[in-house]
């Protein structure tokens, strides 16, 4: 029997890149990012565990490129069962009156334009039978010189929560999860002088949040 799907977008490196590994065990993924050679380093631990992946490097606040995958996914397994949605732009921390604009602009296709396709297109993927996790981050938000990403943060967040309220009754199920802070390259850029020895492994911290999430009735 075949495994079911995992559509994991931002697979390539910290929390994404080992929900990725971890769904392997249970789930043929689908591992989407920009940077080709992360994900062929999830693809080589993948297989070597005796799992099996397919590539994606794509950029997810590419409308066309999504729709595409989509498709192509629907049309060679009929659908997906997860999506997991770990994509991220964490623009460099800056007093609010100091936000490059690029930095800005790249923080709001990511987090929150891009969720305007993604949800449409993943909805129909998943079904009502399937799940959606969006993994929140609430400390950030209003936090001084997080002003780029915690704003944006938030409102993904938002958008998320509705869809959820949204489906209760019909489906997908759509799950808001909160990770421990975790010791990746983005929180060592936010909080450099961090004892890193008191966060959590993110491999050990998808497990604990996957094992919850794929616990609870569909």
Not at 6 to 34: I, Q
Not at 35 to 60: F, S
Not at 68 to 86: K, P
């Amino acid at each position: 029997m075949e495994k079911p799907v995992a559509l994991v977008t931002g697979a390539s490196r910290g929390f994404g890149f080992a929900l990725a590994e971890a769904l392997a065990a249970t789930h043929h993924v689908v591992a989407v990012a920009r940077t080709v050679g992360a994900l062929e380093e999830l693809d080589d631990r993948i297989q070597a565990a005796g799992g099996a992946a397919t590539l994606a490097p794509m950029d997810i606040t590419k409308p066309d490129a999504m729709a595409q995958l989509c498709r192509s996914v629907h049309d060679r397994w009929g659908g997906a069962a997860l999506w997991c949605h770990t994509a991220i732009h964490a623009a460099p921390l800056s007093p609010a009156d100091h936000v490059a604009a690029k930095d800005w602009a790249r923080s709001v296709e990511v987090n929150v334009t891009a969720m305007g396709h993604l949800v449409p297109y993943i909805s129909a993927l998943i079904g009502q039978s399937g799940r959606a996790v969006f993994f929140d981050d609430p400390d950030v938000a209003g936090a001084k010189f997080f002003g780029a990403y915690g704003a944006t943060k938030a409102a993904q967040m938002a958008f998320a929560r509705s869809w959820a309220a949204e489906t209760v009754r019909i489906g997908p199920k759509v799950h808001i999860a909160t990770p421990r802070p975790m010791a990746t390259a983005t929180r060592a850029r936010f909080f450099p002088g961090e004892d890193r020895a008191a966060l959590a492994d993110p491999a050990t911290e998808a497990r604990r949040l996957l094992d919850g999430i794929l616990a609870t009735p569909a």
